[in-house]
């Protein structure tokens, strides 16, 4: 598949933001107001800031990003329409729940239940992105149960680390903060690689025979390609990475994330190492989401050549 970037920094910008959204609003359950307004108004703006980001580039993937409100009404059967309300109401409990928490109107009673709502809307989004893509059979390497966890493990593994490295520039850093973001690091990379050998495992038993129905009837060729000049469908859907760079690539993100995990324990001693650790989380997040989707083959590449899917 074609890794629009596009989606590519929707899919790792709201991740970061839900992520980071919902680390706050647990501190708010268990540690109550921010201890600062300027660390409240600060942490709260910037998961915002990215969630909304996010959003609104996903639109440019669109022909007609002013018809991308139509997405919203088939929330009953599409991942997709679901996601987008849910991203839309998160809005409402989310800057509620910021104005309460970072001390702007005292109403500590009002914390905790927004807090929940706020987390629990914003897990549902991302689970929904997730979804997005692991209920499409027709691309073997996203039709995978390990891809929603890749979306929920580094949405939390990268807010994590962003909150930390907030936390090191306002001087109220605690130890349990790097813990807390290094063990998520690790659950990230581990099930990213659980992924990764799930995919490779799994059989490219799609042929031209299943495509068209006709297998039945024995093995089922080609006279000739169904056009003579590249067109959309091939640029979208046929675009592979070679077998050698997609190493090279996974290998990258495998050591960004062992690095990043090294850092944030070394802000033990100089907390604003945090501060590196977030910048190689969020290249390891973008360069595998890239992955991710160059990786992907539809099963529309059987009807240009491929053998199988």
């Known amino acids: ?133 692991s209920t499409l059979k027709t691309i073997r390497a996203w039709h995978n149960p390990w891809t929603v966890w890749v979306y929920l493990t580094f949405a939390l593994a990268t807010g994590g680390t962003i909150l930390a490295a907030i936390t090191s520039v306002f001087g109220n850093f605690p130890a349990f903060l790097v813990y807390f973001s290094s063990a998520w690091m690790a659950v990230a990379l581990i099930v990213k690689v659980l992924y990764w050998r799930s995919v490779d495992a799994a059989p490219r038993d799609l042929t031209m025979g299943d495509a068209t129905g006709l297998g039945r009837l024995g093995k089922v060729g080609q006279w000739e390609l169904p056009h003579s000049v590249p067109n959309y469908v091939q640029k979208e859907m046929g675009y592979a990475v070679a077998r050698k760079h997609a190493a090279k690539l996974r290998k990258l993100v495998i050591a960004a994330l062992v690095l990043a995990i090294l850092l944030m324990l070394s802000a033990l001693v100089v907390p604003h190492a945090a501060l590196l650790s977030m910048a190689l989380v969020l290249f390891a997040s973008v360069v595998q989401r890239w992955l991710f989707f160059a990786e992907a083959q539809h099963v529309v590449t059987l009807f240009y050549g491929a053998e199988a899917a």
Do not use: N
Request: charged fraction near 10%.
């Open 1 to 133: 598949m074609h890794p629009a970037y596009s989606v590519i920094l929707f899919t790792t910008a709201t991740g970061a933001g839900y992520g980071l959204l919902v680390l706050l609003a647990l501190v708010g359950i268990s540690h109550g107001e921010a201890t600062t307004i300027a660390f409240g108004l600060t942490s709260m703006v910037i998961a915002l800031g990215l969630i909304s980001i996010g959003l609104l580039a996903s639109t440019f993937h669109l022909g007609h990003p002013e018809r991308a409100w139509r997405a919203l009404s088939q929330w009953r059967s599409s991942w997709l329409s679901r996601e987008g309300v849910l991203a839309i109401v998160t809005y409402v409990p989310a800057v509620l729940f910021g104005v309460v928490w970072s001390g702007l109107i005292h109403a500590p009673d009002l914390i905790k239940p927004l807090a929940v709502i706020t987390v629990v809307l914003a897990m549902l989004t991302v689970m929904s992105t997730g979804k997005i893509y």
